[in-house]
């Protein structure tokens, strides 16, 4: 049995940023604020609501007033740090402790909460964090009791540079890079794919267009064909809106990077601090390790080679904590501290979003700077094929099918295998929410990615949208995929009226009270959720049976979107195995008797006759002896009894299902040919047709349901070929999600 | 599986150390040994000997070179080391990927008792011997070789310390548990007794059937029900239960996908022809094959048609009585039993949902009690009044009129059967029933 997926848990209690420059390793910033403490009044404040300032700011101060007792720097510890070298004075003050040294006990209520984290102080923990030179690029993981810290460093080349020489000279790297210098330089990396951050090329597989990465350039490109490698990279929902940015572009721009200064960043390394439960240790730091630390590390290292982004950044919160700390030591506190560095420094402010979006298992959209935007999520499961028992993890709501088409990140990049063409996609908020979203931002698919969701469905198939409405079928796929890889749509086979839906085992009663108030919002003046619920409650038959009249189809085909939606309802789809009835397999063996006494009579000829009179069986069958064949006859009871010679003679034959008809051997193959042969005698050679076409679905995985998708035939005309195939004992059907 | 053990120390000369390390040769290597380490020691000394505000604190583990060390350092400071102090460090090797939670109690009493002995007689700093040689050494030898081949070790140290140690699973805590989930035994508990066992879980095992509800099984077996709950809860986070539904042939059951699994495996139906087969005590009349056969055991085939046949809105009572000829065949109760267990069965099972609770609060609801109470007293004139405390029954009965609580629950904790409860519903009004 498949393991069950267990539900989101990000485990993530903070995220600090660590940088080395000459000297010391130092943790510049963690957010949030006070790791492992409640959090929330910051959370609040970072919404930019005035109002809220006041009080959370007043609350936060006595708070560290409270624990400023506990701890003040040890003599030696004092000593170390002021000791360290301060040759690049900006950037290179120790924290924003430095100032405070001297200052002693005044400043003690700031500063303790930088130097203070999970009950160790900073630098020491700075030191444990700070990665060996082997560890480049790598998974850096350190256990401290239950939490783990865990990240992906990367360090400066050798000679103190970030940029590859040979590719382009430090002087060019000047602040004003332009967007076409920028395309140059990635296209060249292309070549060498070893230390660059180049997400257009497959290196950056695992970085691409989920990590959404998107340079200006890009957006100004005129290209709105979507060849591939424009979906993919700007394949992102959610693209930085370059326009009201440039302000601060231009603001950020000007600032010369002070070349010395900067060159003296050796390491960054953002560490993600979590807590997981022991039993899922494993999976979720792999969670967060793929998903989140290693694309934005990748992200950051690409901006850092590019701009000096992480230097400059780094800088610009130092500089921040030390003026804090000198100008208003008394006053000081970290709700304002916070809110100056967030505000003014985009690497903080994409920490915080981040850690924010994570921690409540949402999408983060970050832009780390003017030209690179990202998102980040841990992906979560659409769909469950199996029903949960008493003893495994819950999920409930979580929609319960086997026909689960979700894309993964291979899908996405546009490498994988595509979305079925037969399925179509289920939006999970409304049409004007997500198009006013994707309008917001300016992307190369924002167009075709709103003319396609102007004509998308939940009835017809990607197939059948990209027949009416002229759009290809692989970049319809790709934009659904897109699209439900950033939950905003979900992978469904069509809804069909006259297909069966039941209420899902699965589907959250908890949830009732609150859906079903929603539901009367939204459908008034027709029967209430619990009633809806309760009509497809009972003996599955078609949803046709539960809309009154031709006028309500529409409505109630809303209906059952939104239920399917809210993973209330889900389809129960037919599958069928093939039945070998008892007859059959006396006439094969009884044939197979004939063909063995006739080839003992005239064994010069038996290749051809036994050809001939197999009739239609296929030329595989005639390289086993009949005798073989009949000796292996699969009897339901061989288990019991396999040492039984072979001749049964009274009733030696049951009826069997056949597992896979597909790739039946010799045997099965036979039957197969002879039931396609009753059938022709019994229901005329389009029923045989029918049957030769159909048999490859009747293995008990492939729903019923999707036969006249596949085939282009009429639902009637299935279900009437399916009925005398049940009829004539040569098909089971079974029912499940 | 332990990779290795090492003992690291803080060499007032050298700086940190791996003193003895088993096997030897797996941590740090001299030039001419024949084998490679299986870690770097140097970049990751000054994780495992780290700064004194880290020992003493907990667990430190890392991962290096596909490899996880887990280390507890102890730092003991004292004017009678040289340098004030002495930091040691025993550490635990394991792969990177490997389950690790149960090594963790191990490192924290290795550390924890060498600190103990150190502090009494310098155990570990007067230990004078070479490096991979002497007591020390030893002992992580046999607590390697113990651990790995038996999960366990007994290692005496000196005259009056031993070193017991043990490996303990780690499981996820048991689901809650209801009334109304029917424990069934996945082993033989009786054989597992013995005369230390709780004395609720004693009276409790013997009617762990398959058919008693946790309910049923606390007033068959006269303990309370709240410590019978927390038996049954141990039985399962040892796995030594399942939960399964109560049965009634009134319930409803429909095959899940895993259905296919049980159509394509002969073996599974081989197996449930022997556990359906009416008159076998448990399915040991397996041997017998033929003659069971003649005496109308169902084919693999047929019993997957029958399983297929059961569908949703369908009770067993009505399937039994579409094919009573297959029905009198067979045990019906294990035939759905079975599916479930093997999980291609699953319960639909009802739950009531009062839409007056949802419509608005209070009052609402209170003008449907009132209602319902009117009607409550006319139906028990007309019933002739058999039944006590209705009203009170009542009452309780609204707050599992949200949806949440299916009927087996309702009736586990009220006490009454399927049909009087539907009845109850009746006289409520405006109840829906959803099944899922």
């Excluded at chain 1, 480049?136 to 050798?158: I, S, T």
């Excluded at chain 1, 159909?694 to 279900?719: N, Q, S």
């Excluded at chain 2, 009052?363 to 449907?368: F, H, I, N, T």
Aim: hydrophobic fraction near 35%.
């Amino acid at each position: 049995m498949a393991s069950y997926p267990l539900p989101p848990n990000p485990c993530l209690v903070a995220i600090l940023l660590l940088v080395k420059t000459t000297s010391e390793p130092r943790i510049i910033f963690h957010y949030p604020p006070k790791p492992g403490e409640d959090n929330s009044h910051f959370r609040d404040m970072f919404k930019e609501n005035p109002a809220d300032d006041d009080s959370s700011s007043s609350s936060s101060d006595d708070e560290s007033q409270d624990s400023s007792a506990e701890i003040l720097k040890p003599v030696e510890q004092k000593e170390e740090e002021s000791n360290t070298g301060r040759n690049t004075p900006e950037v290179d003050e120790s924290g924003s402790a430095s100032p405070e040294k001297s200052n002693g006990l005044k400043g003690a209520k700031a500063k303790l909460q930088w130097n203070d984290l999970f009950g160790y102080q900073s630098s020491v923990l700075a030191k444990v964090l700070l990665p060996a030179a082997s560890g480049h690029k790598k998974r850096f993981e350190v256990g401290l009791n239950d939490k783990v810290f865990l990240g992906r460093p990367v360090f400066a080349r050798p000679d103190g540079t970030w940029r590859k020489p040979k590719k382009l000279r430090r002087s060019s790297s000047k602040s004003n890079v332009t967007a076409e210098k920028v395309r140059r330089i990635r296209e060249q990396d292309k070549g060498a794919k070893v230390e660059k951050f180049d997400y257009a090329n497959k290196d950056s597989g695992t970085s691409g267009p989920d990590t959404g990465m998107e340079s200006q350039s890009d957006s100004h490109r005129d290209k709105k064909t979507l060849n591939k490698e424009d979906e993919i990279e700007n394949g992102e929902p959610v693209e930085q809106t370059h326009d009201t940015k440039s302000n601060r572009s231009s603001k950020l721009d000007m600032l010369p990077p002070k070349k010395e200064k900067h060159k003296s960043l050796a390491i960054f390394h953002v560490v993600f601090v979590l807590r997981p439960p022991p039993l899922e240790y494993h999976l979720r730091v792999k969670e967060m390790y793929d998903n989140v630390t290693k694309k934005l590390s990748k992200a950051m290292k690409w901006e850092q080679t590019r701009s000096d982004y992480v230097a400059r950044e780094a800088a610009v919160i130092t500089s921040l904590t030390k003026h804090m700390d000198k100008s208003n030591s008394e006053k000081q506190n970290l709700a304002t501290l916070y809110h100056d560095i967030i505000s003014r420094s985009s690497l903080a402010k994409a920490i915080s979003t981040l850690y924010n979006s994570i921690t409540a298992s949402r999408i983060a959209h970050i832009d780390l700077s003017l030209t690179l935007s990202l998102s980040l999520q841990i992906p979560f499961p659409t769909s469950i094929p199996i029903l949960p028992n008493a003893l495994a993890p819950q999920l409930p709501g979580l929609w319960l099918t086997t026909a689960n088409s979700m894309p993964t990140d291979d899908d996405v990049r546009g490498n994988g295998p595509q979305l079925g063409a037969h399925f179509t996609l289920l939006l999970l908020s409304d049409l004007h929410s997500i198009l006013a979203d994707i309008n917001a931002t300016a992307s190369p698919i924002t167009r075709p990615l709103t003319h396609y969701l102007r004509v998308t469905t939940s009835t017809k198939s990607f197939l059948q949208i990209s027949q009416s409405s002229g759009i290809p079928l692989t970049d319809i796929q790709f934009l659904a995929s897109h699209l439900v890889y950033w939950r905003r749509a979900r992978a469904i086979p069509p809804l069909h009226q006259r297909d069966v839906y039941v209420v899902s085992p699965n589907a959250d009663m908890r949830n009732l009270a609150t859906a079903s108030q929603n539901f009367a919002k939204i459908f008034p003046a027709l029967p209430p959720l619990p009633k809806i619920l309760n009509m497809l409650s009972f003996t599955p038959r078609p949803y046709s049976t539960l809309i009154p009249s031709k006028d309500h189809k529409s409505t109630y085909m809303d209906i059952l979107a939104w239920l399917m939606r809210g993973g209330w309802v889900t389809q129960l789809r037919t599958f069928a195995w093939v039945r070998v009835p008892a007859h059959i397999k006396e006439a094969v063996a009884k044939e197979a008797a004939m063909n063995a006494a006739s080839r003992q009579k005239k064994s010069s000829e038996t290749e051809t006759t036994d050809g001939t009179d197999t009739s239609s069986t296929s030329s595989t069958n005639l390289s086993v002896p009949p005798s073989h064949s009949s000796s292996n006859s699969p009897s339901p009871t061989s288990s019991t009894h396999t040492t039984l010679p072979v001749p049964q003679p009274p009733k030696p034959y049951s009826p069997s299902l056949m597992p896979n008809p597909r790739l039946a051997s010799a045997l099965p193959s036979r039957y197969l040919s002879a039931i396609s042969t009753h059938i022709l005698n019994t229901q005329g050679p389009d029923a045989q047709s029918a049957w030769d076409k159909c048999v490859v679905y009747f293995d008990g995985h492939h729903a019923i349901e999707t036969i006249p998708v596949r085939e282009g035939w009429k639902r009637k005309r299935v279900a009437e070929l399916m009925g005398g195939w049940e009829g004539a004992g040569v098909l089971v059907r079974g029912r499940h999600w | 599986m332990l990779k290795a053990i090492f003992f690291a120390t803080f060499d007032v000369t050298e700086g940190p150390k791996v003193l003895h390390q088993v096997p030897t040769s797996s941590i740090t290597a001299s030039p001419s040994s024949p084998s490679i380490p299986l870690l770097h020691f140097p970049p990751i000394s000054s994780l495992l000997i780290p700064h004194p505000t880290l020992c003493n604190s907990g667990l430190l583990t890392l991962t290096h070179s596909h490899h996880r060390i887990l280390s507890y350092p102890q730092h003991i400071a004292s004017p009678s080391y040289p340098r004030n102090a002495y930091t040691f460090n025993f550490c635990l090797v394991l792969a990177e990927d490997a389950a690790f939670s149960s090594y963790v109690p191990v490192v924290r009493k290795l550390n924890a008792l060498f600190r103990t002995l150190e502090e009494q007689s310098q155990f570990l700093s007067c230990d004078g011997s070479a490096p991979d040689s002497g007591k020390i050494y030893a002992l992580c030898e046999i607590l390697l070789e113990d651990l790995n081949n038996y999960s366990e070790a007994m290692i005496p140290i000196d005259a009056s310390n031993t070193l017991n140690i043990k490996l303990f699973p780690t499981y996820p805590p048991p689901p809650p548990l209801y009334a109304h989930h029917v424990p069934l035994a996945t082993v033989r508990l009786e054989d597992l007794v013995d005369e230390n066992w709780d004395l609720t879980m004693l009276r409790v095992l013997p009617w762990i059937d398959g058919v008693n509800s946790v309910k049923q099984i606390a007033l068959l077996a006269d303990a309370d029900f709240k410590l019978v709950r927390k038996a049954i809860s141990h039985l399962l986070y040892y796995g030594c239960v399942l939960l399964l539904d109560i049965f009634s042939f009134g319930a409803i059951y429909a095959p899940t996908p895993e259905v296919a699994a049980f159509v394509e495996s002969k073996e599974m139906q081989a197996e449930c022809g022997r556990y359906v087969a009416l008159g076998e005590g448990d399915g040991l009349g397996a041997e017998k094959g033929e003659e069971q056969e003649e005496k109308g055991t169902l084919s693999g085939t047929h019993l997957a048609e029958l399983y297929l046949s059961l569908r949703q809105g369908h009770s067993v009572k009505s399937w039994c009585m579409e094919r009573a000829d297959v029905a009198a065949r067979i045990d019906v109760r294990r035939f759905i039993t079975f599916g479930v267990i093997k999980g291609f069965l699953y319960r639909v099972h009802k739950y009531a949902l009062a839409t007056s609770i949802h419509k608005s609060g209070s009052k609402r609801l209170a003008k449907a009690n009132f209602h319902r109470l009117k009607q409550r007293e006319e139906q028990q004139t007309k019933e002739k009044e058999n039944k006590t405390g209705g009203e009170v029954e009542n009452v309780d009965l609204g707050k599992y009129l949200d949806g949440t609580h299916c009927f087996d629950e309702m009736c586990t904790d009220l006490m009454v059967s399927e049909k009087e409860l539907t009845a109850r519903f009746k006289a409520w009004g405006d109840v829906q029933i959803i099944c899922r």
